[in-house]
């Protein structure tokens, strides 16, 4: 069974890896397929052992071979992440549709939080198509035990509804100031996604995250992050929302 896992987990590192280089060149005009990868800093190619996930990170003391520059925490922060989500959907009852499913949805919601991360927007290419594939997953309720289409799930549809106008509000209030809207985009497919039980437990915990992190960042690095500056809440969403849909129903059960 381990064997079983630790493939699955190697699975989502090396997916991870190729999710690493859709973010860095998102918007950048490079293609995401072709091209090999390359230091940043020297421009050497990099060789096929220098690109594991995770391991080569390790092995290379997270330093280029060649110039010796700091490599990103980002490629083995990603590759794991990945990984360990992976396995997490690899653990619940279903079939192989239902697992592929979900993991092109995660990997979505995964470029998301990273590219917010770094650039304090949410690509609209990338929230749309994961707004469309959980549409899709409303025709099936996420039930991945047994993949198929049937009726709409109105439940979840309504939820979609219900996050995205209360985000589109908390956007139209404060200007933008507080919210971008593409948080109201993604907070779409997050309802559609979790239903509004969990979708709102979600919310809840990218609030509680988010205020823990940013006091944390202003206490850390009081010159860097004032008082004034913004962190991306996508991030947080999104961590939420993998919380929540893995372990909502404990987590609801423990607050009501
Ligand atoms: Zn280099």
Request: hydrophobic share 55%; proline share 2%.
């Amino acid at each position: 069974m381990f064997f079983i896992y630790f493939s699955v987990f190697v699975f989502g590192a090396v997916v991870g890896s190729f999710l690493n280089v859709v973010i860095l060149r998102l918007n950048t005009g490079q293609s995401v397929v072709s091209g090999r990868s390359k230091c940043f800093t020297c421009a050497k190619k990099l060789k096929w052992y220098e690109l594991l996930p995770i391991a080569s990170f390790v092995f290379l003391r997270g330093k280029c071979s060649a110039c010796k520059t700091k490599i990103s925490w980002q490629y083995p922060f990603v590759e794991t992440i990945t990984g360990i989500i992976f396995v997490l959907l690899f653990q619940q009852p279903q079939n192989i549709f239902g697992f592929s499913f979900l993991v092109l949805i995660f990997s979505f919601l995964i470029i998301i939080a990273v590219y917010d991360y770094r650039h304090r927007i949410i690509p609209n290419l990338f929230v749309w198509i994961f707004n469309g594939l959980v549409f899709l997953g409303l025709f099936n309720s996420f039930r991945i035990s047994d993949f198929g289409f049937r009726i709409l799930n109105w439940n979840n549809l309504l939820a979609g509804f219900i996050l995205f106008s209360f985000f589109a509000l908390l956007w139209g209030v404060s200007r933008g100031r507080w919210m971008g809207f593409g948080d109201a985009k993604l907070a779409l497919g997050i309802g559609w996604l979790l239903g509004i039980t969990k979708g709102i437990a979600a919310i809840t915990l990218a609030f509680w995250i988010g205020a823990i992190a940013g006091v944390l960042l202003i206490y850390l690095n009081k010159s860097k992050y004032g008082l004034k500056s913004s962190i991306a809440f996508g991030p947080f969403m999104i961590l939420g929302t993998a919380v929540s849909f893995f372990w909502g129903e404990k987590i609801i059960a423990f607050l009501f």
